[in-house]
């Protein structure tokens, strides 16, 4: 007897993903449906898009930022596609793809109390066995807060935590550092 459900590779998530107005991510084999980002984190994406965009020309001018990316950890024949929020890389595009960034360097998740426990548990460790990752960096959308994990020493990865609107944000790959309230131009209630 055949079970009633079967977990999908990542190919065959780009075969039986429904084909409607909503985005997917594909988890463990399992497709499950994304809600759609809320009002704050829209504005962290934007914000983070246009501070990434002056240093990605000055650093690194062959190279580009996307947002809503797949990754695939371990390639189409893994359980796991996720979608990153940003993800900066120096591989050529390929169209081939299906809209997975090959060889990210950089990957940007920004929190929500839905997806955290996703983000950080599941995403994080899949993320970091990625030869070509060097940094990941979370965003809270709740306050001012971040936490950028950074390949250290090119063996161990080392967490560093950021908290409030003085805080600041460097990012090594791509050259960036600035206030982490740049990040929350538009949104003042938070501290």
Known sequence: MEPAWKLLSVAEFFDACPRDRRRYQLLDGVIVAMAPPAEPHQIIQANLLFELGSPLRANHPGCT?????????????????FTADVVFTCA??????????????LIVEILSPSTERDDVFLKLPAYQRIPSVRE????????IAATVH??????AWTPEELAGPDARLTLVTIGLDIPLAALYRGLPALR
């Open 136 to 143: 990941v960096l979370y965003v809270e959308s709740e306050r």
């Open 65 to 81: 930022l996307h947002a809503e990316a797949g990754i695939a950890p371990a390639g189409l024949a893994g359980r796991d596609h």
């Open 92 to 105: 050529p595009a390929d169209l081939a793809s299906r809209g997975m960034v090959g060889e990210p360097l």
């Open 150 to 155: 950074r390949l250290a020493g090119g063996a």
